[in-house]
């Protein structure tokens, strides 16, 4: 099956720091990739839409300049938390949807927990 | 995207067949309906997806009412490890199209 890594699995960081968390697709490629947020006793929250390439799109209510994105090839999706703060701490999770194969179904990575002191 | 609407959480016996159903009332002609599922503190995991006819993997089967308004997900014997919040999605077939999660059903296996 598709596998998706992402690291680090967990961070640590001191407030006003930045923190950046990549995605890999380690058996296809994927033109787009998916960041999404997840607070505690909640569900997963779409945050940005990353293309290859391009800029990434952003949902309602993200900061771009906070939670910057670079799809830098067809296999990483970088993602990261400028000046984070306290608030900021969440699981971060990313996805990706491979380009050939005809799969019709996202692969998440294992997901990145972020606590911010 | 179609909403759905999933009951907040299930009990089920280990070796019991599990039933998680979903209403998506509003789904378009071309849209398919998925499950996603996610164990504690994990990255959320594909299980299926269908159009119309029931569709069966090695993890569940799926079925979808005639008039495509509700679905079930069947996981035929489950066991401790499918304890985990499952989540319906409905949306157009094409894996470069973003999920929305709604709250899912937190599912509890019982020994």
């Known amino acids: 099956g598709a596998v998706v890594s992402q690291h680090p699995s967990w961070v640590i960081c001191k407030s006003g720091t930045s923190v950046k968390i990549e995605c890999r697709s380690l058996d296809f490629q994927a033109t787009t990739m998916f960041w999404y947020r997840q607070f505690p006793k909640q569900s997963l929250m779409l945050m940005a839409t990353?293309?290859?390439?391009?800029?990434?799109?952003?949902e309602q209510g993200v900061e771009k300049d906070k939670f910057l994105i670079n799809h830098a090839s067809l296999t990483l999706s970088t993602l990261t938390v400028t000046s984070a703060h306290p608030e900021d701490s969440s699981f971060y999770i990313c996805s990706a949807a491979p380009l050939a194969g005809g799969y019709n179904e996202q692969f998440f990575g294992p997901g990145t927990r972020l606590t911010v002191l | 995207d179609a909403k759905t609407t999933q009951p907040t959480s299930m009990d089920c016996a280990e070796g019991r067949a599990a039933n998680l159903p979903c209403n998506h009332s509003t789904i378009s002609g071309n849209e398919y309906v998925y499950w996603y599922r996610q164990i504690h503190s994990q990255g959320p995991q594909y299980i299926i997806h269908?159009?119309?006819n029931n569709e069966t993997n090695e993890m569940a089967s799926l079925i979808i009412t005639e008039d495509r308004k509700s679905s079930t997900l069947i996981l035929p014997h489950a066991t401790l490890r499918d304890t985990a919040v499952y989540y319906c999605i409905v949306r157009v077939a094409q894996g470069a199209q973003k999920l929305v999660f709604g709250q899912g059903t937190r599912l509890t296996i019982n020994p």
């Open positions: 990353s293309n290859e390439g391009s800029k990434a799109t952003y």
């Open positions: 269908g159009l119309k």
